[in-house]
């Protein structure tokens, strides 16, 4: 009987969460400690992102294939992150977000490990798929487990620190991975994850608290999932198409019109279906939510947008890859310091809806000045500091107004929407850039740069009008859990 009973608990051990240790849940601290430890995913998640790039010309000459085959490395990752966010917010809801995000760590670190290990590109693509399938759960819930660990009040500090160690990945990418592939290699690029991810493994099992507030699902809606991942792949690839992957114009029409007609059928399904629907509707028709989703889509694609210019700019004027790496630090440093350190120096009446109209104000002064600035390591330093402290300024504050007005048993749909509106700014930020650029003749490089400029300037104002017209407050907050 002993033994019995004994196998039977791994099944529940395996789809409960478990409550932190009591000496823990008591400190007056935890709550930091499980921001702490969320931070871990989020550091891994931009640093994978801006590091893998740096392998392509690697993974070329190994596998003796063109780059166009190299890019679906991260285009399926791409791919599959964004399609999978919100069903795996859903499910979070369901089944409980500290045990899904764990799960989503376990996934993404075994995937890095088999990406170091993989035989062939087409293996390491699809093992960048199951990567990015342990990414989503993982981000999907990141937001939502800071959310309902931190007290109403510090809600936007926490966020903060969320999104500077997003900004840490984000720009030790580029030095890390070049160290990486120059000493030892490509496959330790993918390699680095597995000790962090077992560090975060451990620390979210101890740290991380049980979700209390849940909206169960009683079949999961797979038809939806279906359209979702059709609407989000035709809608990237189509955008990809047009900033300069090889597909022909009919093509790139076909991949927009079967991602508008998928997005349509999706929304009239969950309108309509009889089952619990993947995406509530009504969450879109919450203005906090509505106006704050549009601000996290153009602010990411204002943060990426340089990413790509800036470079291209620098290179072509003579400076080295070195030299343009090192002044892109400038961008995420800005972020960092402002969403850590803006509290205190802001006026603490300034509200949230405030401080997104302060903080689009001053990315959008900063990138109209890289429309005019003469394009220099002088001049693009203190306009990609102001920008990215414009965007720390801004990123925490919507993010909260958008959390703030989403019911906590709905905190892992509203953290997988904040992640997929993320990853659709980032792709949109890097592609039509390169758009600009593509489409500009080599001999007027400065005219595509000046276009670059203007489109992350129309991103800008889109921000700043979604944050004017966004609620004076945030509406309502999520349930602290335990």
Not at 385 to 414: D, E, K, Q, W, Y
Not at 432 to 442: G, K, M, P, R, W
Not at 475 to 480: A, H, L, N, S
């Amino acid at each position: 009987m002993t033994p019995r009973r004994s196998g039977s608990r791994w099944p529940v051990a395996l789809t409960r969460e478990r409550a932190r240790p009591e000496g823990i849940r008591s400190r007056p601290d935890a709550w930091w400690l499980a921001v702490g430890t969320v931070c871990f995913g989020a550091f891994m998640g931009q640093l994978d992102a801006s590091i893998v790039t740096l392998t392509y010309g690697s993974l070329g000459t190994e596998f003796h294939t063109s780059l166009a085959a190299v890019e679906w490395v991260s285009l399926a990752y791409l791919l599959t992150l964004v399609a999978l966010l919100v069903p795996a917010g859903r499910l979070a809801d369901a089944h409980g977000r500290k045990l899904l995000y764990l799960y989503g760590f376990a996934v993404f670190t075994l995937a890095s490990a088999a990406c170091g290990l993989a035989p062939s590109l087409p293996a390491l693509v699809v093992f960048r798929v199951v990567q990015a399938a342990g990414a989503a759960l993982m981000q999907a819930n990141s937001v939502a487990l800071v959310t309902t660990s931190a007290p109403r009040e510090r809600m936007r500090t926490a966020l903060g620190v969320q999104a500077a160690a997003q900004a840490l990945g984000l720009a030790l990418g580029p030095t890390v991975g070049g160290a990486l592939v120059s000493t030892l290699g490509w496959r330790w690029v993918f390699g680095v994850n597995v000790p962090i991810g077992l560090v975060a493994l451990v620390a979210g099992h101890y740290l991380l608290p049980r979700t209390r507030t849940r909206t169960p699902v009683a079949a999961f809606d797979w038809a939806g999932l279906g359209l979702l991942a059709v609407a989000t792949t035709g809608a990237l690839l189509g955008v990809s198409a047009v900033s300069g992957l090889p597909v022909p114009a009919w093509g790139v029409g076909l991949l927009f019109a079967v991602a508008a007609g998928a997005g349509w059928a999706f929304v009239a399904r969950q309108g309509r279906s009889p089952a619990p629907p993947l995406l509530d509707l009504a969450l879109l028709r919450v203005r906090a939510v509505a106006f704050g989703l549009v601000g996290a889509l153009s602010g990411y694609l204002v943060l990426f947008g340089p990413l790509v210019l800036v470079p291209v700019v620098l290179t072509a004027r003579g400076s080295s890859e070195l030299t343009a790496g090192l002044v892109l630090t400038a961008l995420p440093a800005g972020f960092a310091l402002a969403a850590t350190g803006g509290d205190p120096l802001l006026p603490h009446s300034l509200t949230d809806r405030g401080r997104c109209v302060l903080g689009a104000v001053l990315f959008t002064a900063a990138v109209a000045a890289l429309a005019v600035v003469p394009p220099a390591v002088s001049w693009l330093v203190p306009v990609l500091m102001v920008t990215g402290m414009g965007l720390g300024t801004f990123t925490p504050a919507n993010n909260t107004l958008i959390m703030g007005a989403i019911p906590a048993r709905a905190s892992g749909t509203g953290g997988g929407l904040v992640n997929m509106a993320r990853g659709l700014g980032t792709a949109l930020g890097v592609a039509l850039v390169t758009l600009a650029l593509h489409l500009s003749d080599s001999r007027v490089q400065a005219a595509g740069s000046r276009w670059s400029a203007l489109i992350l300037v129309g991103a800008s104002v889109v921000a700043l009008v979604s944050a004017w017209l966004g609620p004076r407050r945030a509406e309502q907050g999520p349930v602290r859990t335990r």
